[in-house]
Nanobody, 127 residues
Framework: VQLVESGGGLVQDGDSLRLSCAAS????????MGWFRQSPGKEREFVAA????????DYSDSMKGRFTISRDNAKNTVYLQMNTLNTDDTAVYYC?????????????????????WGQGTQVTVSS
């Protein structure tokens, strides 16, 4: 299984950025997909998750209204649209896969529930 993130970079306060994560080696539509982030000296934290068919999503409270997670099962890709970025959003962003999932269940916000991880992509927001 391989998850490859892309789209990170250096942006200014207030800018937008879209991250992508391409998955291979798994039956993608059977996996809940999530985004997490980690800043230096901090634990990895939940950002957003989306169910198998892209119908339901969950977000960390601090990202609600600014970030949008989506997925394209035909392309085995999950996206994270990030708007109104600020310096607190500076982190390495990771995508992760939880599954396979055969029944409807709650989207997990816990890093321990995710089975596969990408290598991360750096997002830096300057003031």
């Amino acid at each position: 299984v391989q998850l490859v993130e892309s789209g990170g970079g250096l942006v200014q306060d207030g800018d937008s950025l879209r991250l992508s994560c391409a998955a291979s080696g798994l039956i993608y539509s059977y996996y809940i997909m999530g985004w997490f982030r980690q800043s230096p000296g901090k634990e990895r934290e939940f950002v957003a998750a989306i169910n198998r068919f892209g119908i339901y999503a969950d977000y960390s409270d601090s990202m609600k209204g600014r970030f949008t997670i989506s997925r394209d099962n035909a392309k085995n890709t999950v996206y994270l649209q990030m708007n109104t970025l600020n310096t607190d959003d500076t982190a390495v962003y990771y995508c992760a896969a939880d599954g396979p999932v055969y029944m409807v269940r709650t989207l997990s916000t816990d890093v321990r529930d995710y089975d596969y991880w990408g290598q991360g992509t750096q997002v830096t927001v300057s003031s």
